[in-house]
């Protein structure tokens, strides 16, 4: 069964809602088109009977868990892939700490010395989780295509399967911000990550049991997302809304803090190799939606996103001139 959200009432601030809901064992001619309607209108879906096992899923978190409970002394050796409340190169700041590596089985296998000597094993089980992972982006890519018509069905998945894709993985933990309140109805909720969009291809997103995650409709509204272990969360990047030449569009999202809870959540962020240009297929473009972003490099997208800030948007950046 495939089940498809019930549209958002718009409202003051952020309301409660349902997001869109894939069954991923469903028929899959009916979990293309929940896909698809979900891109567009959301940019964002969960993913539910996805097939990765919960022993992947334990061990990584069992093992995220081990690496952030670690003294800051050792976690700091692992700079510069770990850091905390510091995101990015240009001051912006959260209340999360982080490690950040490449996604290539090869990378996690070098990673600094105080994690590769962990007793939990944090980089076989990374390394595990990352193929299993990058294997439901492909599969959902695929997907994708076959409904947006693209005949190289393998077109999106292609660029995150080469041995030189430039995909990362990020783990973050959010400690709770201890409410101080005399007042014990009001909560305190602070920043972890502010509010961006991801500028990659997909992003495959998974938490514990704790809520934080929110994301923003293309009105502008925020829904908080309610957690789900169990399932996968997936975000269109940027790259993919220049690939389906903007019917597709990349979600803007923000992580709160709890109150009391430990909140962690693994990113996998499918990623084009640094050469790749970046345009839509042909099928993508027709007279009636003229093609909207000048060919790019990922690495040229890369830079631009590095030199701004989380929250700026860049793809205008990369827009072909109204003619
Ligand atoms: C402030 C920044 C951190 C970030 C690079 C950037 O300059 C703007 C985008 C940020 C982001 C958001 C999604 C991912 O978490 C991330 C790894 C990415 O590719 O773009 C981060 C970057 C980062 O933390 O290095
Ligand atoms: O922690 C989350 O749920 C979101 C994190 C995020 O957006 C990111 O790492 O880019
Ligand atoms: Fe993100």
Redesign the pocket.
């Known amino acids: 069964m495939v089940l498809a959200a019930p549209k958002a009432m718009k409202s003051e601030g952020i309301i409660p809602s349902e997001v869109p809901v894939v069954d991923f064992s469903g028929e899959r001619a009916e979990v293309a088109k929940v896909i698809v309607k979900a891109c567009e209108e959301y940019g964002f879906f969960k993913v539910i009977n996805h097939g990765i096992s919960n022993e992947v899923i334990a061990k990584t978190e069992e093992a995220g868990f081990g690496f952030f409970g670690k003294p800051m002394l050792e976690k700091k050796m692992a700079a510069p892939a770990y850091g905390c409340k510091n ?4 001051g ?1 700041m959260g209340e999360v700490e ?1 490690l ?1 590596l490449s996604a290539t089985t090869d990378s996690i296998a070098h990673i600094s010395k105080t994690i590769s000597t962990d007793p939990l094993n944090l980089r076989k089980r990374l390394s595990a989780y990352t193929e299993a992972v990058k294997e439901l982006a492909c599969e959902i890519l695929e997907v994708m295509a076959e409904e947006l018509g693209v005949p190289d069905t393998r077109v999106f998945s292609r660029l995150i399967r080469d041995g030189e894709s430039d995909s ?1 993985l ?1 783990l973050n933990h959010y400690p709770p911000i201890i409410n101080r309140d005399k007042d014990k109805s009001s909560q305190i909720t602070k920043v972890g ?1 502010g509010e ?1 969009s ?3 291809i997909l992003t495959i997103l998974r938490s514990n049991d704790v809520g934080g995650l929110q994301i923003s409709l293309p009105d502008g509204v925020w829904i908080p997302v309610t957690p789900d272990p169990s399932a996968f969360y997936v975000n269109v990047g940027d790259v993919l809304q220049v690939m389906t030449n903007g019917r597709f569009v990349s979600v803007r999202h923000r992580a709160m803090t709890n109150s009391h809870k430990c909140r962690m959540s693994v ?1 996998y ?1 499918g990623a084009p190799p640094l050469h790749q240009t970046i345009v839509a297929p042909s099928v993508m473009v027709t007279p009636q939606s003229p093609s909207l972003f000048r060919p790019f490099t990922w690495a040229e997208y890369k830079k631009a ?6 929250g ?1 948007t860049r793809l205008q950046l990369f827009r072909n001139c109204k003619r």
């Not at 995101?87 to 240009?90: E, F, S």
């Not at 996103?305 to 989380?310: E, K, P």
């Open positions: 995101i990015g190169v240009n912006d982080y950040l990362v990020r990550f961006h991801d500028p990659q990113a962020f996103t590095y030199s701004l800030r989380l700026d």
